[in-house]
């Protein structure tokens, strides 16, 4: 059974409410004592509805902190420094904690690495999605447990009727999972964050799961931020695609042309490093080195120190962003060759 489509926005201040998902020049600082560190800076994306965007890089990217920054989920001190957010339209990174707590769940829902974080074990699965239907919505009990089972349904889980009454230590990883994709689509969210969503799971549930999203976000129109590790993962799934590299985005564009033809070096050295199914790896060892620390970037573009083609330049000057061809890459290499 299909899961509703989302209605259209009617709570809308800008041109950005066709876009599931609009981030204009996102900076997320930490202060700490010895000074300020910026976690990611300057990173734009977009998602329209119905779209998978693949944000990829290795660990320390700045990946999450970006979805953490959209869910307004940072945790202190970590603060938006500049940019801003829109969801369907509405900014969101301006909100109070209490506004974000109603458009959390209502507007975006989130899906992490770890299935059972989001789930309650005292209470059963049905229990959670029925009152997580009723906060965000006006319907009587009878009307949330036919959308609860309706949602178990769409999410492929066998004997919904059943598994309802069920308690989440009950249910196998992947299985947690499916009810976790619920949960988040349970409110009819324009945007989810899912983060590392099948990295905890076994290789063969793996794809089931990234399938799952792929057919409800066609299904539904919800936007979805990918965020991954796995460049595999993103070519089998995502949309376009947004490479991360030290709190920058240095590649985005469509899958097909980033994959086939990356521009940047860090990118093809993600590609080099995609393992085949049966043996998937989480380092990556075809490029040399490992992602700076917050308070170790080097200067110019950061990848300077890892990159086969660096050049006097590189150490000296960041790159923009700039368009290539079909996609966007920040790398003097593409920018006149001088580096
Ligand atoms: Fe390599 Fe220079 Fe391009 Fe950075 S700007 S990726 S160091 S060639």
Redesign the pocket.
């Known amino acids: 059974m299909m899961v509703q489509p989302i209605p259209p926005s009617t709570d809308t201040d800008t041109d950005t409410a066709a876009l599931a998902l609009d981030v204009q020049g996102l900076s997320v600082e930490f202060p700490t004592r010895r000074g300020t560190l910026t976690a990611i800076e300057d990173v734009s994306m977009q998602i329209a509805p119905g779209e998978i965007l693949g944000v990829v890089g290795e660990s320390g990217a700045g990946k999450s902190i970006t979805g953490l920054a959209v869910l307004g989920l940072l945790e202190a001190p970590g603060r938006i420094a500049a940019g801003s957010v829109y969801v369907g339209g509405r900014r969101v990174d301006q909100l109070s904690e209490a506004e974000l707590t109603k458009i959390r769940g209502r507007e975006m829902g989130a899906i992490f690495q770890d299935p059972l974080t989001a789930l309650n074990p005292l209470f059963t699965v049905g229990k959670q999605l029925v009152e997580t239907i009723r906060l965000h919505s006006d319907m009587q009990r009878k009307e949330a447990q036919d959308r609860a089972l309706e949602l178990l349904r769409s999410v492929g889980i066998p004997a919904p009727e059943e598994r309802l009454r069920q308690y989440p230590h009950q249910f196998s990883g992947g299985m947690r999972q499916r009810v976790v994709i619920a949960l988040a689509l349970a409110a009819g969210p324009r945007l989810i964050i899912a983060d590392e969503p099948t990295t905890a799971l076994d290789v063969s549930i793996q794809a089931q799961i990234t399938a799952l999203l792929r057919k409800l976000c066609d299904e539904t129109g919800v936007g979805i931020m990918l965020v991954t590790h796995d460049m595999g993962v993103i070519a089998e799934t995502a949309d376009r695609v947004c490479v991360m590299y030290s709190g920058r985005v ?1 590649e985005s564009g469509p899958v097909a042309d980033v994959i086939h033809a990356p521009e ?3 990118t093809k050295g993600l590609m080099a490093a995609i393992p085949s199914l049966h043996d998937r790896v989480e380092t990556l060892s075809q490029i040399d080195g490992s992602m700076p620390r917050l308070n170790a970037r080097p200067s ?5 120190p ?6 006097p ?3 000296i000057a960041t ?1 923009p962003l700039r368009k290539v061809d079909t996609t966007y ?7 006149g060759g001088t ?1």
């Open positions: 240095v940047h070096p860090y110019g573009c950061s990848f300077h890892r990159c086969p083609h660096a050049g330049k590189c150490s790159p890459a920040a790398c003097w290499l593409q920018q580096r």
